[in-house]
């Protein structure tokens, strides 16, 4: 899971931040192995780390493994990390959720090879550590990954995520919790304002409150990048005594979209680590809880030495904690874990006005604000605050104005805005001071000083170390080998093929029975039928749903070879999609394997594939019959100027016809070929006309004298 790219090996390696002038977070000592996509919870003075997505392991992606940290040593660094029971889940498991209740911990959904998950876990913990083993309770109502979940009283909430079918939900659902740590029958509560995924949730004096996320459809936008539309968004609701939701209402917004953070909750405050906010960032941010139970206005901290997306945190006593994570939007993971004192060495956080040096203006001060995220502004002893560095360089100390002796806001005042809810310190420094140090332009300060009960703290303002040195890097490494999923089932990704990452995002597993349903499963059975075929292997999933490749990828269903007719010839097995569009199985070349027991075809989009057998021998066509196969277009989706071109395979025909229909039902585009299909059989046509962005359907017809062979699809553009 490294970058390909010499060249963004060298830009990433430029643009990351250095941590020596911000050096609030240390080194805890590493994971046991690279982790992202993980969850970590903490109990009995350990740290519980459970599941995730590694660079060193391969096969089907996620991991099952459950990791805790044997101590965490009063000087916040951890001891050494122990293996405890593995989950259930034999595909591993990643983007889930865990949380702690009455000294049991709970695993709830997730995704893996199989797809999303709705299966939830508990297990109690034993004096050494190690789990007491994991046993299954009441499933969540739906499949979701990339949710939250938080507990509040004997009541479990989980929100948002992303839902096996349907995308990104709003959905919020809660469960009560028996004393013997079962659980009740989940109820579903106010939705939140919108959907999101790769947010946080948790619940705080008597509210549930959910922060940021994805407000996108999906995981990936297109051609494999991140999604748009990161939101900033703060939400509460408040808890009624019967665990039902108050009306969602919005709270202090993030200082920009964040998804796919980790979130630690102190005493005081509730701190946020990384994430993605349109790039992989390190930004800290804090906000206080006020009086009334709402959180105040969000704030920076120093940064983490190093830009980390979808990493796991905790809180343990004074320490929070940054726990893995990924270098690239889902992607390049690491072991470093990182911690901040919270308390013995309090951080400040600390803002300027003005934040650049004008030489030419009349201003005298420079007015500097600074509030503790877990202790009180009162307490600080004005006269003690100094101005300790300049841009990171050491200066002389430079002390208040002895005519400001400091006083106490809430909330916005002399310019300084973002403050609703915070309770903060006001000095005024000498700007002549502080311009003989460094000259005109932007700067950034760091203050130290002590409280009343002899405390030190410090803090540095952010003004430089947030703005523009976060990177993404758009192109991931594109991985090709094969992948093996339950019941054998296989894909084999050639190089260049798969958009995104694969290990984070491919599911191959039997089809879900009960979410298919009783008449779509008559409907396939009756396809076969009116086909001459039949059954020669359980149906499987290939997602995303509709994926397409830029390479075609090879999929391998296993049969059994007893449970075929007998005089069957194994040679004759095929591999059928089926077209949910046109409402009907599609046989494709295949290829067989006696000694895997395995019949293989390729494919340039992921659906639901079963092997498929002859009932009967099958009557020799009329001399002008012929058959269509597979009809794709691509690139899909058209990306800038790319013209779309439709592809439809067939054994015959005299003409191709095909009309291209907007969403809204518009004929956007008509066009036709006439003759036989060209070589490799198939017919191949550029769709011309204007296509703004968005998605479009086909209707292609192949005829050959009166017989005529419909199929439909769809493709996106974005221009």
Same mark, same amino acid.
């Given at each position: ?77 951890? *001891? ?325 002796? *400091? ?313």
């Amino acid at each position: 899971m490294r970058f390909g790219d010499p060249l963004l090996k060298t830009l990433l390696a430029a643009l990351l931040l250095p941590a020596c002038a911000f050096a609030q977070f240390e080194a805890a000592g590493p994971l046991p192995r690279t982790l992202m996509s993980h969850s970590a919870v903490t109990l009995g003075g350990r740290i519980y780390v459970a599941g995730g997505l590694s660079d060193n392991y391969s096969g089907t992606g996620f991991l099952n493994s459950v990791y805790y940290c044997a101590s965490v040593n009063p000087d916040g660094t951890l *001891g050494a990390w122990q293996s405890a029971s593995p989950m259930p889940e034999f595909l591993g498991l990643g983007m889930h959720a865990s949380l702690v209740h009455n000294n049991r911990i709970y695993v709830l959904g997730g995704s893996n090879y199989a797809g999303q998950r709705s299966r939830v876990y508990v297990s109690g913990v034993n004096t050494d550590g190690t789990l007491a083993g994991w046993q299954p309770v009441t499933a969540l109502p739906n499949m979701v990954a990339a949710h939250s979940a938080a507990v509040f009283g004997d009541r479990l909430y989980v929100t948002g995520g992303v839902e096996r079918g349907s995308g990104a939900t709003a959905s919020v659902y809660s469960v009560p919790v028996n004393p013997d740590g079962s659980l009740g029958a989940w109820r579903g509560e106010l939705p939140m304002p919108e959907p999101v995924f790769g947010h946080r949730s948790f619940a705080r004096g008597g509210r549930l409150f959910a922060v940021g996320g994805f407000n996108a459809p999906a995981l990936y936008g297109a051609g494999g990048a991140p999604p748009s539309g990161v939101s900033s968004a703060v939400y509460a609701a408040a808890i009624n005594p019967d665990g039902t939701l108050g009306a969602w209402t919005l709270q202090p917004p993030l200082p920009s979209g964040l998804a796919f953070y980790g979130l630690a909750v102190g005493e005081k405050s509730v701190y946020l680590m990384g994430g993605f906010d349109g790039g992989v960032t390190n930004a800290v941010y804090f906000a206080p809880f006020t009086a009334s139970g709402t959180l105040g206005a969000w704030q920076p901290l120093h940064a983490l030495p190093q830009n980390l997306v979808a990493p796991a945190a905790a809180a343990s006593g004074e320490f929070i904690y940054s726990i893995g994570g990924g270098r690239a939007y889902l992607d390049d993971p690491v072991t470093d874990i990182y911690f901040a004192r919270t308390k013995s060495e309090l951080k400040a956080f600390v803002k300027l006005s003005p934040s650049a040096i004008n030489k030419d203006s009349n201003g005298k001060w420079v007015t500097v604000v600074l509030g503790l995220p877990e202790a009180e502004a009162a307490a600080v002893l004005p006269d003690s605050v100094r101005i300790a560095a300049v841009n990171g360089q050491a200066v002389t100390p430079i002390a208040p104005d002895p005519k400001w002796t *400091g006083k106490l806001y809430t909330g916005d005042a002399e310019g300084l805005d973002g403050l609703e809810g915070v309770t903060y310190l006001m000095l005024k420094f000498s700007r002549q001071a502080v311009a003989d140090v460094i000259g005109e332009g932007e700067f950034s300060l760091k203050i130290t000083g002590r409280l009343s009960d002899g405390r030190e703290f410090s803090g540095e303002s952010m003004n430089r170390a947030l703005s523009s040195r976060k990177v993404f890097a758009a192109r991931l490494e594109k991985r090709e080998g094969e992948r093996t999923g339950p019941g054998g089932v296989k894909v084999r990704i050639p190089k260049g093929a798969f958009k995104g990452n694969p290990e984070l995002l491919l599911t191959a597993a039997p089809e879900d029975a009960v979410a298919v349903g009783t008449a779509e499963k008559e409907k396939r059975s009756s396809k076969l039928a009116a086909r001459g075929l039949k059954a020669a292997s359980e149906t499987f999933e290939f997602g995303p749903h509709g994926e397409t490749f830029d390479a075609p990828v090879t999929i391998s269903l296993p049969y059994d070879p007893a449970a075929l007719p007998a005089g069957t010839d194994e040679e004759a097995l095929q591999v059928a999609y089926w077209n949910a569009a046109a409402g009907d199985w599609e046989p494709l070349p295949s290829t067989v394997s006696r000694a895997d027991r395995t019949v293989s075809a390729e494919t340039s989009h992921f659906s639901v594939y079963q092997a498929v057998l002859s009932a009967a021998p099958a009557a020799a066509p009329p001399a002008a019959a012929f058959t269509v196969g597979e009809a794709y277009v691509f690139p899909n989706p058209a990306v800038g100027g790319a013209r779309p071109v439709l592809r439809v395979a067939a054994s015959g025909g005299e003409k191709l016809q095909v009309k291209v229909y907007s969403a809204s039902g518009r004929l956007a585009h008509e066009g036709s070929l006439s003759g036989a299909p060209g070589a490799g059989g198939a017919y191949e046509l550029t769709l011309g006309g204007e296509f703004p962005s968005g998605v479009y359907y086909y209707l292609a017809e192949i005829s050959a004298g009166a017989q005529k062979v419909k199929k439909t699809g769809k493709f996106a553009v974005v221009r």
